[in-house]
């Protein structure tokens, strides 16, 4: 897995928890990104 600690990721398009940019926030966020959606 990926160690993103300390980046910052900003994912646009959550329509809502069941669309493939809510998984992508959530692997990136494991991975120790902070975490920007709109």
Do not use: P
């Amino acid at each position: 897995m990926l160690d993103l600690t300390g980046k910052n990721a900003l994912v646009t398009g959550i329509a809502n928890n069941r669309s493939i940019a809510w998984g992508i926030a959530q692997q990136l966020s494991r991975a120790g990104a902070n975490i920007g959606v709109t």
